[in-house]
């Protein structure tokens, strides 16, 4: 019965590929420990610090680089592939609030645009990002590639629609939108945040809808060349980011 309840266990847990050496290190680095190892047996030496960190690990396996070709969705194969446990999984009803600054992805639908603002977001001081409908699964492996390690480090919310963030208070929006905005500089975001960034193509306008008269709304525009088609989302969710930090910055104490 307690070998039943154990492969139950196994089957219902949350699991992410991590591809390459520095994406499993730094999985590794936060004392997250794989359930699965393929290592390739002719690219990987036996003193790899990926191999020393999982001497006891039931389920390491060496293998060819053929066969880590046919696992892998990477052109070129990695060296080394982990399965993880999935962090979390977090709640946007649980987390603490208001956020110095959360970042929202509405339709954000591809996988490594997800990972590329969660590792923006976790290297210039997010508290969290949280995943509104539509947009891609952070662990995809797409993302947790992009994402490079910073999947284990930011939390990242599921599900969260944009009638749950009127739900809760001490924060305002600030609506990325590719015209008719503010200047970012023109923003103060250093006020408690949650940055909105939603498809290059369907924008924010659903989410919009949902928050006007429910929160203020603040819609921040990056100024551009013209004739310039707008930026995509995850260079515009680094400039916006960086544009916070800056102001931030300005005002800490010497």
Not at 45 to 63: M, Q
Not at 68 to 93: D, E, K, N
Not at 127 to 142: K, N, Q
Not at 201 to 206: E, I, K, M, V, W
Request: charged share 20%; proline share 9%; with cysteine.
């Amino acid at each position: 019965m307690r070998r039943l309840q154990q492969k139950r266990m196994r089957r219902e847990e949350r699991l992410l590929v991590a591809e390459g050496e520095d994406v499993v290190q730094a999985a590794l680095d936060r004392g997250v420990q794989p359930v699965l190892l393929l290592v390739d047996e002719e690219r990987v030496p036996p003193d790899d610090p990926r191999l020393l960190a999982t001497a006891g690990l039931a389920e390491r396996y060496a293998v060819s680089t053929r066969l880590m070709g046919g696992v892998s969705t990477l052109a070129q194969p990695p060296r080394i592939l982990g399965v993880f446990p999935q962090p979390g999984p977090h709640h946007f009803r649980t987390v603490t609030m208001p956020p110095a600054l959360g970042v929202y992805l509405a339709g954000v639908a591809d996988p490594g645009n997800v990972g590329t603002l969660v590792r923006t977001s976790a290297a210039l001081g997010a508290d969290w990002l949280a995943l509104g409908p539509g947009s891609a699964d952070a662990a995809h492996p797409r993302a947790v590639r992009a994402a490079m390690g910073a999947t284990f480090a930011l939390p990242v919310l599921e599900g969260v629609r944009p009638d749950d963030l009127v739900t809760r208070e001490g924060f305002r929006v600030v609506a990325a939108v590719a015209h008719g905005g503010v200047p970012p500089w023109d923003v103060d975001l250093t006020v408690p945040t949650v940055l909105a960034l939603g498809a290059e193509r369907a924008g924010l306008d659903p989410v919009l809808d949902t928050l006007s008269g429910a929160l203020e709304v603040v819609e921040i525009t990056i100024p551009q060349g013209q004739g310039a088609e707008s930026l995509n989302v995850a260079a515009a969710g680094a400039a916006l980011l960086t544009e916070r930090l800056r102001q931030c910055s300005r005002i800490a104490p010497s």
